[in-house]
């Protein structure tokens, strides 16, 4: 298998603009994880899903933020509008179970300007 | 609620050993993880321990866990220069069942 495969690596764009990073999965994981990383927080987990369905979205800041999973080897992660306190690497990883081992993609390096 | 701390920064020198602290809150938590984030990547799962034991050791890992004090270590034996990087710990919560993740500890190691 591939891994988790993340889409843009880097995307740099202006204070307003939506912004969409792209998840793929690994096959057979049932649980997807979208987490935010800053030097100032840390790794923050901001929704997971289990079988297509969001869980735990506690952690998404605002409104601004939406996640969806529309089949199981596709996930998105949409900020509209985006702020420039919004600049942080977005990982998103996928388990076959929602605590034990967390196979992470590469992330998505987010620019806010 | 759960928190995990772990100090900041951590220099050795090559063939030294690197021992990597952490503190957690959650005593429900029934495994505790170590992950390893290389720059530019994501994070990777390096080891585990289960919650009833002390002591796990994996090639030139060793993890030690004292419960009593919620105290996680990670000692790398014989550092190289190919094992700098952040070091995150986690637990697994009781309550949530979500991974809660340490502020990670950036390993230099010096030739």
């Known amino acids: 298998d591939a891994g988790v495969i993340q889409s843009p690596r880097h995307e740099v764009t202006e204070m307003g603009q939506e912004v969409t990073l792209r998840c793929k999965p690994i096959s057979g994981h049932d649980y997807l994880f979208w987490y935010r990383q800053t030097m100032m927080r840390g790794l923050e987990l901001l929704i997971y899903f289990n079988n297509n369905v969001p869980i735990d979205d506690s952690g998404m800041p605002e409104d601004r933020f939406s996640a969806k999973m529309p089949n199981a080897s596709f996930s998105t992660l949409k900020i509209q509008p985006s702020e420039p306190r919004d600049s942080a690497v977005y990982f998103c990883a996928s388990s076959p179970t929602p605590s034990g081992e967390l196979f992470f993609g590469e992330g998505s390096r987010l620019t806010v300007l | ?111």
């Open chain 2, 1 to 111: 609620g759960e928190d995990v701390e772990q100090s900041l920064f951590l220099s050795v020198r090559e063939g030294d050993s690197s021992v990597i602290n952490c503190t957690y809150t959650d005593s429900s938590s029934t495994y505790l993880y170590w992950y390893k984030q290389e720059p530019g990547a994501g994070l990777q799962l390096l080891t585990y321990i289960f919650s009833n034991m002390d002591m796990k050791q994996d090639q030139r890992l060793t993890v030690l866990l004292n419960k009593k004090d919620k105290h996680l270590s990670l000692r790398i034996a014989d550092t190289q220069t190919g094992d700098s990087a952040i070091y995150f710990c986690a637990e697994s919560s009781g309550a949530t069942n979500k991974l809660i993740f340490g502020t990670g500890t950036l390993l230099a190691v010096q030739p």
